[in-house]
């Protein structure tokens, strides 16, 4: 079983910044794909951007430019840092590592 954690989900102004961090752990056999997604109340999870274990990157189209993924894999963890903060990017992100394990997400709220 692989452990997944998001942090650094919180409350933010319009126009700020926040960098989101997803640590796996626990039986972890090899560097696999991490992406990160977001769902807002009453919507379906939305896909915002993936890492290979190369650093291969891929955004959606709405997501490129603001957001950007990263990865340390000695640390086992992907980030997300996310500049120009709007009140629609107000949603609980996730991530993922490979296609089975999943966080249980952290908090991001953008309100004046």
């Known amino acids: 079983q692989v452990h997944v954690v998001e942090s650094g989900g919180g409350l933010v102004q319009p126009g700020g910044s926040l960098r989101l961090s997803c640590a796996a752990s626990?039986?972890?056999?090899?560097?696999?794909?991490m992406g990160w997604y977001r769902q807002a109340p009453g919507n379906a999870r939305e896909f915002i951007a993936e890492?290979?274990?190369?650093?291969?990157?891929n955004y959606a189209d709405s997501m490129r430019g603001r957001f950007t993924i990263s990865r340390d894999n000695a640390k086992m963890t992907a980030y997300l840092q996310m500049n120009n903060l709007k009140s629609e990017d107000t949603a609980v992100y996730f991530c993922?590592?490979?296609?089975?394990?999943w966080g249980q997400g952290t908090q991001v709220t953008v309100s004046s």
């Open positions: 993922r590592w490979g296609n089975d394990f």
């Open positions: 890492i290979t274990q190369s650093g291969f990157t």
């Open positions: 626990g039986a972890i056999r090899s560097i696999e794909a």
